[in-house]
């Protein structure tokens, strides 16, 4: 549940990111004004339960990751071997952040 807020925080990011870039009119600026109130909050939450380094990290990667597949697949743009290589590199911080923030909790919860 803790992680779903954050990825749900991210998905909320990717929406305000890409309308930050798109929108033009009332709708779609009130639409990306409810997707950053909507982000900060589930991210708030989420940092009240885990490590509010990591959950942020996660956040701003899986954010970024999104935003960009985004523009990729709906605005056409330009890609490079090396940006694929860069998203890659990303994901796998994302993961593996998300991977040992549990066990180092546990243990800290035990010392």
């Known amino acids: 549940m803790?992680?779903?807020l954050v990825l749900f925080a991210a998905v909320f990011e990717v929406g305000w990111a890409t309308g930050l870039k798109y929108a033009n009119d009332t709708l779609t600026w009130t639409l990306t004004a409810i997707a950053v109130v909507i982000s900060?909050?589930?991210?708030l939450k989420a940092a009240v339960l885990l490590?509010?380094?990591t959950a942020y990290a996660v956040f701003a990667?899986?954010?970024t990751i999104g935003t960009v597949l985004i523009d990729i697949?709906?605005?056409h743009a330009a890609i490079s071997i090396w940006m694929m290589v860069f998203i890659v590199l990303l994901l796998v911080g994302?993961?593996?952040?998300k991977?040992?923030?549990?066990k180092t909790s546990e243990?800290?919860?035990?010392?």
């Open 2 to 4: 803790k992680w779903l």
């Open 40 to 43: 900060f909050w589930l991210l």
């Open 51 to 53: 490590p509010t380094s």
């Open 61 to 63: 990667g899986l954010g």
């Open 73 to 75: 697949v709906f605005f």
């Open 94 to 97: 994302v993961i593996g952040l």
């Open 99 to 102: 991977t040992v923030t549990g």
């Open 107 to 111: 243990r800290s919860e035990h010392a």
